[in-house]
């Protein structure tokens, strides 16, 4: 089956630092989705990626998907302590049901 | 519009009680998936159902639980005899077809005493 890692568990940043998380698949995936969930919410779509290489922004966040189709990256420049919260990626491989991965929590110090 | 309605927001049961969880979509979205998750941990996926197709039941735990759609719009997700580890947010999701955004509902917090 299709099996999803995503690194770091955790993330401290100091206000201002910037944070990365990734998701990598052991499968090639036809599209990947990013979803945010703030302390005590529930996930938020952020965007889906589709193409190869493919790189997307929205303000102070950058997604990219990998070349291979097999993993993804969600960047945050200077993070803001809106920014608090899990991160999660949901690769999907065609006529597979989407899997969310574990999530990276990202806590941010004023 | 309004968005994907769960109900009840926070349910506390005796162990062994049974417990049924209600989830409205969005009007006119195709695709509905229930998930547990812990406090603290990810996603786990339980049950998906896709319009008019028999349902995707390969995440639920055990027997004990079970999720029916009626009429392609509200679900129930059921949980027989319900037991501590059962404790979770049960949270429930709707798209518009198979793949596509998924909108998440507040969902039901659950307690077994």
């Known amino acids: 089956g299709q099996q999803v890692m995503q690194i770091p568990q955790y993330q401290h940043v100091q206000e201002g630092e910037d944070f990365t998380t990734y998701c990598n698949s052991s499968?090639?995936?036809?599209?990947i989705q990013w979803y945010k969930q703030r302390p005590g919410g529930h996930p938020v779509f952020l965007i889906q990626?589709?193409?190869?290489?493919e790189v997307k922004k929205q303000k102070r966040l950058t997604f990219q998907f990998g070349e291979a189709k097999k993993n993804s990256s969600l960047h945050i420049t200077a993070t803001q302590t809106t920014d608090v919260g899990t991160y999660f990626c949901?690769?999907?491989?065609?006529?597979?049901?989407?899997?969310f991965g574990g999530g990276t929590r990202l806590m941010v110090k004023p | 519009g309004a968005g994907v309605s769960q109900s009840p927001s926070n349910k506390v049961t005796e162990k062994g009680k049974d417990v049924e969880l209600r989830c409205d979509p969005i009007?006119?979205?195709?695709?509905l998936y229930w998930y547990r998750q812990s406090l603290g941990q990810g996603l786990e996926f339980l049950i998906y159902f896709q319009g008019n197709s028999a349902p995707d039941k390969s995440g639920l735990p055990s027997d004990r639980f079970s999720a029916e759609r009626t009429g392609g719009s509200v679900s129930t997700l059921t949980i027989q005899r319900t037991q501590q580890e059962d404790s979770a947010v049960y949270l429930c999701?709707?798209?518009?077809?198979?793949?596509?955004?998924?909108?998440f509902g507040d969902g039901t917090r659950l307690s077994i005493l």
């Open positions: 499968t090639t995936l036809s599209n």
């Open positions: 990626l589709v193409k190869s290489g």
């Open positions: 999701a709707s798209s518009l077809d198979y793949n596509q955004p998924q909108h």
């Open positions: 949901a690769p999907n491989n065609a006529g597979n049901m989407l899997t």
């Open positions: 009007s006119g979205h195709t695709a």
